[in-house]
């Protein structure tokens, strides 16, 4: 046996036995499986366990003043298999003192001085809280031991001031207040880490028990309130034209104007009372959100989500008039919650209702949305069903946000990539997928766009972290999906989701159901994807005439197992497509055999990942296209300098080995594909530049804006 055959044995059998083994698994994480709280099969072990708590909350607000006053009875169930003798509160409002820990920095305008205890009780005797310090959470000792199945009861009075900076919440304007975080809350106690201590830093999100709530909020007369929950008492709020108008509208397909810009400036749309009390209910759910206004306009509709029983999730909106593209709002809740009920994930909307409130956050609660307004309806479509896709993960599945934030960022933008095909086409939906979540960390060589996704995220900031919730791990998910066929793919998302809707699972739980629901062993593809530092970057290795046609073999250079289109041209000028799902790399992560049945010689072939941007394209090709046009073109009438004076970047364009180069100001020089007359596009970025070379100008189109550039003298 020769060397090099040895060697190429060596590699094939590494690779079998990476892919037959576990997925790495921290000791920590071992544990739980090992305590059997936790299954190998992906399912809740037999003594999996899990707490809970009842809350009842009254809080008041009265615009334009800024203070929020509240209190709450938290009854908390203990059913971990230890009695409880501390227990962890969470007060993330003080993210906004001055001595918090924040990931970036902040103005004046942002700061208070955080969330006051003005009193604490336990079992109904009042405790010393002591000083939080600014910390977003609190440990407080018990003075009895909750026993396992036993409960404590605790009560808070609290107040504090909103921040003059809205984000996530905080004061919309001058009598436009949003409310999120706003009550002090049991941290989540679990199997696998105990107490979140983790701090709140306005970067990672959250981690949530699922409770029951009640919620009393009052407010002014004159003053509207939407929020996560029923609304229970309707009539007792609202005038009866305004009350028959929003109860119509939880059957009603049409768009109904409960509240318009003149019915506002009437100031007689709520009970005329001094103020009024909205009270809210919802069980099971991770956490509430509210957004009172006395000038916000409201819209609301329903959709059927659920086809089997019949019913519908209500739809609802709440904007300043002047918010053109809010105006379709309800239109894009009603098509959101269709589209993820029918489609992908293919699970009834979960929830009673869904409600968009024009804000600027762009962040999701359960059954609720912060957005901002945008000038183009397509942007505002756009965040609407991303925010709206949360209500899946993490709020029908309980993701610890706080850790694994590619479990509920990087699903919902898998789904928005879907989704997005319906809305715009593959191709156009595609191209901005790959230029708004794909090339920032594709296209570029840092350690930062290389670090694994299982990295805690809270431990992560800047390109890491944004890369590694969204983009790597959304084409993860695609590339299973296309690997498996929609239909497995879904058994296995479902056989998920069943699992562990209205529980707490981690990554290994998720991959672990997928193996099982699947029927195949997919260890390989999740530590490939998941626990690597691999990159996408695959090449051409060799093409060989065999029996009834070629043998393809690709090499795998950067280690992802991504899926790819071979794109093949014939002698006879015919092309081809052929598809290879990312399980070529199953048995042999380094190289693939793709064999292409044909009679016809092949003149040209190259690889094309589409959303699965390659880092290096050169390597792609093989063969001379059949008919080739660049060498008629002379590049160099198009090289130079441009810019616009508004733009504080230059285009720098230079002809090299007849190819028209592009490098912008501070950024990686890139070559541009000819696509007619005086036309040059860079596909993976969506930038379309056209030259008027009698005008020595040139329009860059990209992301639907349109730049004119000047050639500098």
Known sequence: MNKVFLAACLIAATNIVYAQQPVYMPQNIKKAYTNETRSMDGRPGKKYWQNYGRYTINVAVAPPAKTVTGDETITYINNSPKPISSIVIKLIMNIHNPGAERQSATGADYLTTGIHI??????????????????????????????????????????????????REGKLDSTSFFLAYFYPRVAVMDDVFGWDRMDFTDAQEFYNDFNDYTVAVTVPKNFLVWGSGDLLNAAEVLQPVYLEKFNKSFTSDDVIN???????????????????????KATDISDMAYC???????DAASVLVDKKTGRRASCQSAYLNSATN?????????HSLD???????????????????????????????????QDDDIMQRFIAEHEVGHSYFPFYMGINEHRYGFMDEGWTTAFENLIGQVDLGKEKANNFFKQFRVAGWALNPSDETQVPIITPVNILSGQAMGHNEYGKPALAYLALKDMLGDELFKKSLHGFMDSWHGKHPIPWDMFNSFSTFSGKN????????????YYMDIAVDKLAPVAGGYSLTIKNIGGFAIPTDVLVEYTDSTKETIHATAGIWEKNLQAAIINIKTKKKIAFLK???????????????WGVKKINTVATINFDKYTGVYSNK?????LTFTNEDNSLQLEATGQEKIALNNTGKDSFSFEAAGLVIVFDLVKNELSLSQGGGSYIFTKDK
């Open 607 to 621: 690889l094309d990942g589409g959303i699965y941007m390659d880092a290096d394209e050169s390597n792609n090709k």
């Open 118 to 167: 003005d009193q604490f009780t336990q079992n109904g005797t009042v405790t010393n809280f002591g000083d939080a310090r600014g910390e977003t959470w609190k440990r407080v000792s018990l003075t009895k031991p909750v026993a396992t199945g036993d409960s404590v009861q605790l009560s808070f009075k609290w107040h504090y001031d909103l921040s003059d900076r809205s984000g």
């Open 522 to 533: 997919l260890n390989w593809f999740f530590s490939n994807w998941f626990l690597s530092t």
């Open 326 to 334: 809010f105006h379709n709002q309800v239109k894009h809740i009603q």
């Open 292 to 298: 009172i206004s006395d000038h916000y306009v409201w």
């Open 258 to 280: 409960v509240a318009t810009q003149k019915d506002i400036e009437a100031k007689n749309i709520t009970t005329q009372n001094a103020t009024n009390t909205w009270k809210w």
């Open 646 to 650: 508004n733009i504080p970047i230059k």
């Open 339 to 373: 589209w993820y009920s029918n489609n992908w994930p293919g699970v009834a909307y979960p929830f009673p209702k869904s409600t968009i409130i024009e804000g600027f956050a762009d962040m999701e609660y359960p059954m609720m949305a912060n957005d901002s307004r």
